[in-house]
């Protein structure tokens, strides 16, 4: 095994990697502003847009997020042999991240919903660092989407373009009188 199927593998079976991951980019994007004052673009712009632009991020990642659901319909639609080996070694897996996702659209929502009701001209409660969280999640959960679902679909390809199985020989009692030479 690789280091990339390994780290792979990790990340695949224990969602709450993407937690660590997403507070680490805003940890250090929080760094980056504190420490040089530099990169807190959302600053830049009005409250009102701000305001905005949380709104829409939310409405955009309740419709992304909703695409999830195209792989779980792949999964339970799916009768090949592939799947069915998935389905038997890595039901909990699958539904572990099949929820993660769902729950993390749910959440992200919520964080934008929290920062849109949280600006104010001063933001003096840093809502804009609630959205950044919001959207680091995202990023990270939606990378998660994009992989579980170019494998599922990637084994529904494979299974669907195997040639169909050839049928067993039927026997038949009357074959050799037919074919019987003089």
């Given at each position: 095994?690789?280091?990339r199927?390994?780290v792979?593998d990790?990340?695949?079976e ?8 997403a ?6 994007h ?10 807190d673009?959302?600053?830049w712009?009005e409250?009102?847009q ?5 709104g ?5 990642v309740s ?11 792949i ?10 080996a998935?389905r ?6 699958l ?12 959440l ?10 949280l600006?104010?001209?001063a ?31 990637g ?5 669907q ?22």
């Amino acid at each position: 095994m690789s280091v990339r199927e390994s780290v792979v593998d990790r990340w695949s079976e224990a969602v709450w990697w993407d937690y660590v991951i997403a507070f680490l980019l805003l940890s250090a994007h929080v760094a980056v502003v504190r420490i040089w004052g530099r990169g807190d673009w959302l600053s830049w712009i009005e409250s009102e847009q701000r305001v905005s632009l949380y709104g829409t991020a939310a409405g955009v990642v309740s419709a992304i997020g909703g695409l999830s659901s195209i792989a779980i319909s792949i999964y339970l639609s799916s009768n090949g042999e592939r799947i069915q080996a998935v389905r038997r070694h890595y039901q909990s897996e699958l539904r572990r991240n099949w929820k993660a996702l769902l729950v993390a659209t749910a959440l992200i929502c919520m964080g934008c919903l929290a920062a849109q009701g949280l600006d104010d001209k001063a933001d003096s409660h840093s809502a804009r660092f609630v959205f950044e969280a919001s959207m680091a999640f995202a990023f990270v959960r939606f990378l998660r989407m994009l992989w579980l679902l170019d494998r599922m679909m990637g084994l529904n390809d494979l299974d669907q373009s195997d040639p169909p199985p050839r049928p067993a020989p039927r026997y038949d009692p009357g074959w050799r009188q037919r074919n019987r030479t003089p």
